[in-house]
């Protein structure tokens, strides 16, 4: 049962353009959303996460935009570079959960020079 | 300080085989997690520990066996592998501490082919 929908499953943009990823939950216990960042050949690592009491997270050229209402949070990329080419996950867990959680199916960001 | 570590890093077995693959950290976590990845299907938890001596079943946690001997440790076996057992396995820890927002930090992975 796929708690986490993620789209696009790939996304080519150009160097200096934003990339855009989605996910939505199902379910509504869910108050914590992260997004990892894997590199080929390498273990994912935190990128940005955002808890449901703020619409928007900013860390540098990231941005997590959350949308409570329609159960879905986005990744923004700003003037994406070449080096941000690789697989985007999102994730979700609720509190208590002993941590369990739950990834999207991954994007494949490929920004061309 | 090494983080989270894998070993082996890359295994090739025939079905029927069994195989531990070990997954070690020195961050003094209390959680452990095993996971799977798989194209087109993300990250899936196969089982858990939330402390030295306890594990939990994940999401696919069939044909995989675990141990928690030393908190710096968690095991994965595979008692008799199946062709469906090939994937890239990853290994991760977290502090442990309640509240369910934690980061996870990943091992390298191990790269399992069942022929």
């Known amino acids: 049962q796929q708690q986490v929908k993620q789209s696009p499953q790939s996304l080519i943009v150009q160097k200096g353009g934003i990339s855009i990823i989605n996910c939505a939950y199902e379910n509504t216990a869910f108050d914590y959303f992260p997004w990892y960042q894997q590199f080929p050949g390498k273990g994912p690592a935190l990128l940005i996460a955002i808890r449901p009491d703020v619409s928007e997270k900013k860390e540098g050229r990231f941005t997590i935009s959350f949308n409570k209402s329609a159960k879905q949070f986005s990744l923004h990329i700003m003037d994406s570079q070449p080096g941000d080419s690789a697989t985007y996950f999102c994730?979700?867990?609720?509190?208590?959960?002993?941590?369990?959680?739950?990834f999207g199916t991954g994007t494949l960001l490929a920004v061309q020079p | 300080n090494a983080g989270v570590t894998q070993t082996p890093k890359f295994r090739v077995l025939k079905t029927g085989q069994s195989m531990t693959l070990l997954c070690a950290q020195d961050?003094?976590?209390?959680?452990m997690y095993w996971y799977r990845q798989d194209p087109g299907m993300g990250l899936r938890l196969i089982h858990y520990s939330v402390g030295e001596g306890t594990t939990a079943k994940g999401e696919v946690p069939d044909g995989y066996n675990v141990s928690r001997l030393k908190k710096q440790n968690f095991l994965l076996g595979l008692e008799s592998a199946a062709p469906s057992q090939t994937s890239v396995y990853f290994c991760a820890s977290s502090l442990g501490l309640a509240g369910g927002s934690e980061t996870q930090y990943f091992g390298p992975g191990t790269r399992l082919l069942v022929l």
């Open positions: 994730a979700a867990n609720r509190s208590g959960a002993t941590n369990k959680l739950i």
């Open positions: 961050m003094n976590h209390e959680y």
